[in-house]
């Protein structure tokens, strides 16, 4: 087992000690981002954070992800998992809790949520999980939103990052004051603008006259990008001049190659695929499109918006709380593809609303979404369960 941070591993300090627990496959998702700089901002806060992650053995991307987390500083460490009956994974989380006499287990996922009620039989801890939302969909989907919903009502605390998630985990029993509202948060001091939209442009060789449209996420159906693709297409034929930027990867990457292709706008779309760090990218475009179908309260948005980027995004889940419609950017219904292209056309042609929006996305995310303001929060939900009136005062 290796971990980012070996050397930190086993030193509690005399803290207790809080697990992260995920699973994950290639380079993870948007969880990621909030799971791995919880570390560094818990520091100095009277409790130790560790994340175990489970990864298929030999899985590249969680290269990517160790690298992440030596640049966030989070001690992470790599449980190889060979799938469902693979017992091999209880027996080195257990250990793992034993060694590091963890106090407080954090699931983020239905099998970390399983897992954590199997362990605890052997080791005594507080269960705590977040709900970040149930949106990719396999043929296997069914099963493990039936054994998440099962879990869920048995644990202490129940962490939603958006309204309707709340409301569904109450629909399957989860007891109303343990289920609580905390929603995502951004780092606004790692995230903001350093560079003029031109200069950036200019780095990846568009030039400054040119309209980027981007979108940033998981290449998966639910994140709706054959929807934006198609949006463009409306835009070019009506003459704009348009870059398109789609950063990320996943298994819908052939077919949204082969879609822009088939619509004639293959020579206007950049599939940039995984980056570990996107700002660069989010400097460059003069508009981030969030087309998804299904999310919960997505990081890319926010990282948009601290990024002053102006958005357009699709009226699902937790969005509506975060985009005012018309005061810090538009909200279109999901997979309407003729309001994504007439919301998309308005601020393109519109320079004074990108500013305004610009200005409004950045001021939102640092009075309600920073990164600091949501640790606050869920260090009071860790004091309230473990009675730490030190940490409390």
């Known amino acids: 087992m290796k971990s980012s941070l070996s050397s930190s591993v086993g030193k509690t300090n005399g803290l207790p000690v809080v697990l ?7 380079s993870g998702g948007g969880p990621d981002k909030t799971i791995l700089n919880s570390p560094r901002f818990f520091a100095g806060s009277g409790y130790r954070m560790l994340c175990a992650y489970m990864h298929p053995p030999g899985d590249r991307g ?13 001690p992470l ?38 897992l954590g009620l199997l362990v605890r039989r052997f080791w005594p801890m507080r269960l705590v999980t977040t709900v970040h939302g149930w949106v990719q969909e396999t043929r296997r989907t069914p099963l493990y939103y039936k054994i998440d919903r099962l879990c869920l ?30 929603e995502n948060g951004i780092d606004t001091e790692q ?3 350093r560079q003029l939209i031109t200069v950036a442009k200019k780095r ?62 293959g020579d206007r779309v950049r599939f940039l695929g995984y980056q570990a760090d996107p700002r660069q990218l989010y400097e460059a475009m003069d508009i981030f499109a969030l087309s998804s179908l299904r999310e919960g309260l997505p990081n890319v948005l926010l990282e948009a918006l601290a990024m002053g980027v102006p958005v357009v995004a ?20 999901p997979g309407c593809e003729e309001q994504l292209t007439a919301a ?9 609303l990108r500013a305004r929006f610009a200005q409004a996305g950045r001021q939102t995310v640092e009075t309600r979404y920073s990164f600091a303001g949501r640790i606050q929060k869920i260090r009071a939900i860790y004091d309230a369960l473990l009675g730490n009136a030190e940490n409390a005062s």
């Open 344 to 352: 998309l056309a308005r601020l393109l042609a519109d320079e004074p």
């Open 77 to 114: 460490l790599s449980v190889p998992d060979r799938g469902a009956w693979d017992w091999r994974v209880v027996t080195q989380l257990v250990g793992i809790c034993r060694r590091e006499r963890v106090r407080i287990w954090h699931g983020h996922d239905y099998k970390s949520n399983a």
């Open 62 to 74: 969680f290269d990517q992800l160790r690298s992440k987390a030596e640049a966030w500083q989070a």
């Open 20 to 26: 992260d627990t995920r699973v994950v496959t290639e």
């Open 153 to 182: 009502p048995r644990y202490e605390r129940v962490l939603c990052v958006s309204p309707d998630l709340r409301e569904v985990c109450l629909t399957v029993g989860v007891p109303e004051d343990k289920c609580l509202l905390v």
């Open 314 to 333: 699709t009226r699902i889940a937790g969005i509506p709380r975060l985009i005012d419609d018309g005061q810090n950017g538009l909200l279109v219904e």
């Open 191 to 193: 995230y903001q603008r």
């Open 204 to 265: 990846l060789g568009i030039p400054a006259h040119c309209m980027v449209l981007g979108g940033v996420g998981r290449l998966s159906a639910e994140k709706g990008f054959d929807h934006l693709l198609r949006a463009a297409h409306a835009l070019l034929r009506r003459g704009l001049d348009l870059q398109i930027l789609i950063v990320g990867q996943g298994a819908e990457k052939v077919r949204l190659e082969t879609l822009s292709v088939a619509l004639g706008i």
